[in-house]
C-alpha cells in the first residue's frame, strides 16, 4: 500500500522560507513521478511543481519554489522562498503509479506577520 507523509508546513512571515517534506513507502519510489499540489480556502487545488522518475522539473510557481527528490530517503521536497501571503495553503504531496494519482494528507503552509 502506498503511503505518503508529508512535513514542514508551519507558520511563516512574508519573505521567509520552508522545505516541505514527502515521505513515501510501499511502493519502488525511483520510478514514478512525484509533485506538489497547494489548495488555499475557498480555491481549487492547483499544481505547484512535479518531477519525473528521471529527476525532470516542471513547475507552475515560477522562479521562488524548487521541486527534488532524494531517492535513497524515498523523500520529494519543495524548497520555498521569498513567501507570500497568497502562498497560504495546504500543500499536498503526491505520487503517480501505474495510472493512480496517490495523495498524501496535506500539510498547512501559512504565510502571515
Known amino acids: 500500500q502506498v503511503q505518503l507523509v508529508e512535513s514542514g508546513g508551519g507558520l511563516v512571515q512574508p519573505g521567509g522560507s520552508l522545505r516541505l517534506s514527502c515521505a513515501a513507502s510501499?511502493?519502488?519510489?525511483?520510478?514514478?513521478?512525484m509533485g506538489w499540489y497547494r489548495q488555499a480556502p475557498g480555491k481549487q487545488r492547483e499544481l505547484v511543481a512535479h518531477i519525473t522518475g528521471g529527476g525532470s522539473t516542471n513547475y507552475a510557481v515560477q522562479g521562488r519554489f524548487t521541486i527534488s527528490r532524494d531517492n535513497a530517503k524515498n523523500t520529494v521536497y519543495l524548497q520555498m522562498n521569498s513567501l507570500k501571503p497568497e502562498d497560504t495553503a495546504v500543500y499536498y504531496c503526491y505520487l503517480d503509479r501505474r495510472g493512480i494519482r496517490y495523495w498524501g494528507q496535506g500539510t498547512q503552509v501559512t504565510v502571515s506577520s
Open positions: 510501499g511502493t519502488a519510489f525511483t520510478l514514478y513521478d
